[in-house]
């Protein structure tokens, strides 16, 4: 299985501007001098050489990830990242028909439905969508999002079959030859988590949740939802001091506990999401760097990897 995400950005879409891409090019540039750099290869050798947020961009979009292995397509989340990736299979596809869709929400808040408009696949005849998730709510907040105060164009005037099923987070489903399970968790207005689990791999997605003092119990439901997974998609919005003290109750949780719950749970790739929107490249680069380090401070013989989420990320399950 991979997980391949398409937004990462959590509560509104990040703005790039052209002064932070200025001050990107200043440092590029000074750290080509006197590099020699006259060939296709080495100019491309140097751009892997250099540090990930001058070379790339941790991203814009709100959260979309693309669960790849299962026998159709499945997403979680309709964020902005939604209409990368419906582009991406129009151009790749020739213009995609008679494809099925598995889209899983984490919950019904703007910044994980407001991409569902742009969608491609969703106006072209043929194809099928289908909406779950945990709240009665589902298909109402849709039409209402698309409703002709708030956009031009309805839900029913999109040309693909829509619906929407509820599940229930006390069973598992069997959806596109996927073990599905769900889970609610703490977040204002509810939220829910899924485990995918294919050919013996498994992978946790889990924004939007935050985790109090109970995390520390020993019996805590989240770390056996999470247990063994390959990968853990995880909300790390906020620092650790933030999300106890000053954002408390507001839904997110940190790096540092995602570290904690990871390891407890023996995930093997642990991966921070739904990024600080006022963050830029830097600020999340030395983020990454700081969780890290608290990994190994933490957890020396941990063999567990740390990723932060960006838009264009793939991870495989099948590590070495």
């Keep these: 299985m991979k997980a391949f995400f398409w937004g990462t950005r959590g509560s509104l879409p990040a703005s790039f501007l052209s002064g932070q891409i200025r001050l990107k090019l200043r440092h590029v540039l000074r750290l080509a001098q006197n590099q020699g750099l006259k060939t296709q290869e080495a100019i491309d050798s140097f751009i892997d050489r250099l540090p990930f947020p001058l070379q790339g961009t941790y991203g814009t979009n709100t959260s979309c990830v693309e669960i790849q292995g299962g026998d159709e397509t499945i997403i979680c989340d309709a964020g902005t990242g939604i209409r990368d990736f419906g582009q991406a299979l129009m151009k ?32 072209v005849p043929g194809n099928r969508i289908i909406v779950y998730g945990g709240h009665e709510e589902l298909k109402s907040v849709f039409e209402t999002q698309q409703s002709m105060l708030s956009f031009p164009v309805s839900l029913e005037s999109m040309a693909a079959d ?17 073990d599905v399970r769900m889970m ?92 600080e929107h006022t963050a830029d490249d830097v600020a999340l680069e030395n983020y990454l760097q700081g969780t890290r380090q608290y990994l190994y401070h933490h957890s020396p013989d941990s063999r567990m990897d740390v990723h932060l989420a960006y838009d264009g990320l793939c991870l495989s399950t099948d590590l070495p």
């Design 92 to 123: 790749e596809s020739g213009g995609l028909s008679g494809h099925v869709f598995h889209l899983f929400l984490s919950h019904l808040h703007w910044d994980h439905i407001q991409g569902f408009p742009f969608f491609t696949p969703a106006y």
């Design 184 to 275: 609610a968790q703490k977040h204002p207005g509810s939220s829910f988590g899924y485990r995918f689990t294919h050919a013996g791999k498994t992978i946790v997605y889990s924004t939007d949740s935050e985790h109090g003092n109970d995390c520390y119990d020993p019996d805590y439901p989240f770390t056996e939802f999470s247990r063994d997974a390959d990968i853990l998609i995880f909300d790390a919005q906020y620092h650790h001091g933030d999300a106890i003290y000053t954002k408390e109750n507001w839904g997110h949780s940190s790096n540092l506990i995602g570290v904690e719950l990871a390891v407890r749970a023996n995930v093997r790739q642990l991966v921070l999401f739904h990024n």
């Design 162 to 178: 829509i619906t929407f099923q509820i599940l229930n987070p006390d069973r598992s489903y069997e959806i596109a030859g996927v």
